[in-house]
């Protein structure tokens, strides 16, 4: 209540309690010395009020065209609006409000909540409020859709490349430890390269770690096979005989050379040559040429073993294998050993040619003492391709042993003799 | 002129000196002996004397033989095919053998003293009896000339 009865509101028309209307109160506080207009001054501060209000739509929608409308509180100093402007501005308002609040639930942190100040459609804040809001502002770029798409991508694709190149670090890092496994293939860039890789994956230089990876991977690797092949010719080296062996030594010889030659040269030829494989090669022909040949030595030792017991050893140390009759080639011939045979187990004395005459065993080709003879010789029937009297020959022992020659005692090929009756 | 005494006192196997052969030759001719000529001229141990072998006294023999076995069965082979009784192989240049071929000389000389005995009878096969004698033909000391002077008794 006014101390002159004046009902006061903020604005409209001021009336006396009972009384008729007195003109119209100027839009101003109550403190600021509002006063009562005469009608010609009330109509005149109507007309003025409707050309401001026409005014003002006009400007607001000229603000409107250019997207900078702007909620002020009247109380603030901010325009009155037309209905349709203001329920508009409210409506587009409520929209940025919701939208705001969106994003600030998005990202859950205070840092980047984002200081809009009244320009930019934010809350109206008191003035402590608003110069903290300033000071957050001026450290976090507020965040946009774009931008937070932008970082989102960003850290996808980090992710993908970490989980390429964690096979790649961790492949590289354990090809590496067994590269160090050698003395002798050490190539200076490998430890190097391993180092980088380490720290590049703890500094989380994913892309560089894929970058160097496959390289490491490679040269690990290649250290590795070489480690492995020098490894495996160490191994069969400790096979070979010692170099003063008369056979064998020359085998241990030329390894130390080759292995001497290897181990000078510069480790990336160490690797990437194809001296190693060729050592290699080698190591395995000579091992393989002792193992058949010590095969043979123990067949050989067996054999003369049993063939000294059946008295089958020649002067000359040759073995005197034993044949069986059947297995001779021809019929011919197995039908003339078995003549042979028959007539000498029958004691028969008029067979043609040479028949229970002394044999010299002169060349050592039977067992026994070359030239004491202590042998009997017996022609046995030559084949049809033969000139007479053909090569085949019966030698027997004093105790009956038949050894049977078909190339005349070794003139026309080997053997001398065969064992063929009394083992 | 021969001295048939004086190869009765003769071994199956004996040196003469080469500057005698025409005496020996005379010799052997009167007692009948078929002469078989064993040129030395290239014999300096057993290969070589298997291959001069094959040529001069084993008829040609298209392979020579590769041991002394096989020698001397082909010579007995050989003898068995001739139809004297009496063979004389004379070896000229024998002094060869002594530079390095001495235990092969010896090895023949064993070797053909079996023959000689071998085509002695007929017990074993061969065809007839045969006197096989051999004269190692050469120069030196070890070569006595023949017909050799009878033994002087006190």
Known sequence: MRPNGAVHGQSGVVQRAGAEPLGTLIAKPPGEGGEILSPEDSARFRRERRLEEVDARRRAAEADTRGTLIAQDPTAGGQILSPEDSSRFRRERRLEAVDARTRAAETRTLDTLIAQGPDAGGRILPPEARGKRTERAGKVAPPTPASQERDRLEKIAAWELQVKAQPIFEAARTLGEQAGLSNVHKPPRLPGLLASVKELWAAGKYGEVIADGPALQLLAQQVVDADRMLASIHERYAELPPSTDQKFGVYRKNMDTWLAAHAAKPWEQQIHSDGLPKINNKMIEYVSTIAGRRETEARGEAAVVRARQEGRIAADGTIIDRKEIATFATQEERQAITDALGALAGGQRDWPGKWGEDHGNHEGRLPGTPGAGNYREYYVRKGPQHAAPGPRRFCVNRSGKVFYSNTHYGTSGRPAFWAIRGW | ?154
């Open chain 2, 1 to 154: 002129m021969g001295h048939p005494a004086s190869l009765a006192r003769m071994s199956v196997v004996s040196c003469v000196s080469a500057e005698h052969r025409p005496a020996l030759e005379a010799a052997l001719r009167t007692e009948g002996y078929a002469l078989l000529s064993l040129d030395g001229t290239e014999v300096r141990d057993k290969l070589s004397l298997f291959r001069q072998a094959a040529r001069d006294v084993l008829s040609g023999q298209a392979s020579p033989p590769s041991s002394w076995d096989g020698l001397l069965d082909s010579l007995w082979q050989a003898l068995a095919a001739r139809d004297e009784t009496a063979v004389a192989i004379l070896w000229n240049d024998a002094q060869q053998m002594l530079e390095g071929g001495l235990e092969d000389l010896l090895v023949a000389s064993r070797g053909l003293a079996d023959v000689a005995r071998q085509v002695a009878t007929t017990e074993h096969g061969f065809p007839r009896e045969v006197t096989l004698r051999v004269f190692l033909l050469g120069a030196g000391p070890n070569f006595p000339p023949f017909p050799r002077e009878p033994a002087r008794f006190r």
